[in-house]
């Protein structure tokens, strides 16, 4: 069964600082790796994914994951975060193909909250 | 992307009763899901909503609780049956494993 581990579960920062958030994840096959926002309020957006191919990601607002396949990790970055980046991070991942393709498996989520 | 549309939105529900909940998407998708997300808890997947067949259930979920149909490549309905205060959740589709829409929020009284 696959797994997903987020290492910190709220994170605060001041505005310009940089962020990284932690993704572990098992499974044993090859994967998709997400990284979903949740904004106060509002519904889950996707972020960025890795299908294959470059194994640094870029997505909107900034943000960019990097997979290491040998650490099992897709940890998302952003050098210089702003007060409009308040929100709840997911990690996931589904199985690349086979009966898991599509089927999400979402980590703990870690709440960020950037003070101005 | 896909545009994913849920209906409600929102609901407020009396012990015992049921609720369904649509789920529209914009264009044709292979693949279609049902998720949970319980208060302060991440998101747990229910099923998976097979066009032209039955859903397929994941462990802890079972069809006669959470009974679902896709006539279409565009549609989805989840109902969530015989409902108690454990069963408040938002509740999300997905399309393509990928998109997600903007959720139901159930309360069960």
């Known amino acids: 069964a696959q797994s997903v581990s987020q290492h910190n579960h709220h994170v605060i920062l001041s505005e310009a600082a940089s962020l990284e958030l932690g993704c572990n994840y098992s499974y044993g096959g090859t994967v998709n790796l997400f990284w979903y926002v949740q904004y106060p309020g509002q519904h889950l957006q996707l972020l960025l994914k890795y299908f294959s191919g470059d194994p640094l990601v870029k997505g909107i607002k900034g943000f960019e994951a990097e997979f290491i396949k040998s650490k099992f990790s897709f940890n998302l970055r952003k050098p210089s975060v702003q007060w409009s980046d308040t929100a709840e991070y997911f990690c996931?991942?589904?199985?690349?193909?086979?009966?898991?393709?599509?089927?999400?498996?979402f980590g703990q989520g870690t709440i960020l909250t950037v003070h101005p | 992307s896909a545009v994913i549309s849920q209906k409600p939105s929102r609901d407020i529900c009396q012990r015992g009763t049921s609720l369904t909940i649509q789920c529209q998407v914009d264009?044709?998708?292979?693949?279609m899901f049902w998720y949970r997300q319980q208060p302060g808890q991440s998101l747990t997947l229910i099923a998976t909503a097979n066009q032209g067949s039955e859903a397929t259930y994941e462990s802890g979920f079972v069809i006669d609780k959470f009974p679902i149909s896709r006539p279409n490549l565009t549609f989805s309905t989840l109902t969530v049956s015989n409902m108690s205060p454990e069963d408040s959740s938002i509740y999300l589709c997905?399309?393509?494993?990928?998109?997600f829409g903007p959720g139901t929020r159930l309360t069960v009284l």
């Open positions: 997905s399309s393509n494993g990928q998109f």
């Open positions: 996931a991942v589904n199985g690349a193909g086979g009966t898991s393709y599509g089927k999400l498996t």
């Open positions: 264009s044709q998708v292979t693949m």
